[in-house]
């Protein structure tokens, strides 16, 4: 291992845990697993950064690779982190526009990740971001909002521009109802059922997709 992967290597495990976020270690090595892999492919997104937790894994999966990860959310947070909610966290809420604002935390993740030549942060909702998209994408990391509405939209703005042998990540799969929201698990059934996707092992509650037919994508360059 050289000096910089082995720099990598111990950002990947003392960074994650200072940001504020949900995902677990295991299922965000396995996102820079993909990023690094499918990177070579052509650019990846995400949709859903909030403090950039996800975005260190597949930002630094995508630096690794050449090439480029888009990271969309209006960061005003999805309905369980308004005030009142489950999620709500005090310290992004912003007491001027009475709105959250994760934004502000997210750049700071970039910076210390040393991600910021790597991502393109996409400050919008997710439909607007896709009205004009036409680049092909390796990867499409689905973490935004988990009502349904919310993540058919994702679904059908975003899984249709995965590549031939791109991967779609979806966050928040449980099977039994019992352990959680059941969007993300429908939109999963659903690219199955579409049959351009067959289906990986999962890592925890992190579906893995990988896209059997369709365009190409291009662009990496694979350092
Ligand atoms: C579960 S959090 C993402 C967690 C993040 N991936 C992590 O690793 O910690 C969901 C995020 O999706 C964003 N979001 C929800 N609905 C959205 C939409 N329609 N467009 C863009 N972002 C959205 C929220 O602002 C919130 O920051």
């Known amino acids: 291992m ?9 950002l990947l495990k003392t960074l994650p845990p200072r940001v504020k976020g949900f995902l677990p270690e295991i299922e965000g ?3 820079y697993e993909l990023a690094r892999e499918a990177g070579r492919l052509g650019p990846c997104l995400e949709i859903g950064s909030y403090c950039g937790k996800s975005t260190i894994y597949l930002g630094l999966g995508c630096r690794q690779a050449g090439t480029v990860l888009y990271s969309i959310d209006h960061h005003r947070g999805s309905e369980e982190h308004q005030p009142g909610q489950e999620y709500h ?3 992004l809420f912003d007491p001027q526009t009475g709105l959250m604002d994760s934004f502000r935390e997210f750049r ?3 910076s ?3 991600i910021e030549d790597t ?8 439909a607007v971001a896709a009205r004009f998209w036409a680049t092909p994408l390796s990867l499409v990391f689905i973490d935004g909002g ?3 509405e919310a993540a058919m939209t994702d679904y059908t703005c975003w899984a249709t521009h995965v590549a031939a042998g791109g991967y779609l990540a979806i966050h928040d799969i449980f099977p039994d109802p019992a352990r959680g ?6 939109i999963y059934k659903l690219a199955v059922a579409s049959g351009l996707f067959e289906e990986l092992p999962m890592v925890e509650t992190l579906g893995v997709l990988r896209r059997v037919c369709g365009r190409a994508a291009g662009g990496g360059s694979g350092t």
């Open 2 to 10: 050289n000096r910089r992967q082995a720099a990598v290597r111990r």
């Open 29 to 31: 090595m396995r996102l």
């Open 89 to 91: 966290d005090p310290d």
């Open 108 to 110: 700071k993740t970039l």
């Open 112 to 114: 210390l990740a040393d």
């Open 119 to 126: 991502v393109v942060p996409i400050v919008a909702p997710s």
């Open 146 to 148: 988990h009502s349904l």
């Open 181 to 186: 929201g059941q969007a993300p698990y429908t």
